[in-house]
């Protein structure tokens, strides 16, 4: 049974940096994608990055490419999401999602593409 588990979250000022974790266990695929999703009440979950765990390629979106990055340490099971010049629109609950199967056929951008999730955890950046 796949297994996440997310961690990190919690307040920052405007500017200020957070870095989420997402603990790993249970996939048994040697080629899956490690995707990070943010959701806000009332609006659809919002992929901010992808890994896969093929050839360690990563995915960002324009709303968050330069600011957010995403790195793995296998030895760990742990991807992590790394945010940097937090602003209040990045408030919202951040998911860890895993998606297994061929990933050169993976939309990283939808939700739909992944299989199994985390529980999320909250991010808020306010002064």
């Known amino acids: 049974e796949v297994h996440l588990v997310e961690s990190g979250g919690g307040l920052v000022q405007p500017g200020g940096s957070l870095r989420l974790s997402c603990v790993i266990s249970?996939?048994?695929?040697?080629?899956?994608?490690i995707g990070w999703f943010r959701q806000v009440p009332g609006k659809e979950r919002e992929g901010v990055s992808c890994?896969?765990?093929?050839?360690?390629?990563?995915w960002y979106p324009d709303s968050v490419k330069g600011r957010f990055t995403t790195s793995s340490d296998n030895a760990k099971n742990t991807v992590y999401l790394h945010m940097n010049s937090l602003t209040p629109e990045d408030t919202a609950v951040y998911y860890c999602a895993v998606s297994t199967g061929d990933t050169r056929l993976l939309d990283p951008s939808a939700a739909k593409d992944f299989g199994y999730w985390g529980q999320g955890t909250q991010v808020t950046v306010s002064s």
């Open positions: 249970g996939v048994t695929s040697d080629d899956y994608a």
């Open positions: 890994i896969s765990s093929y050839d360690g390629s990563t």
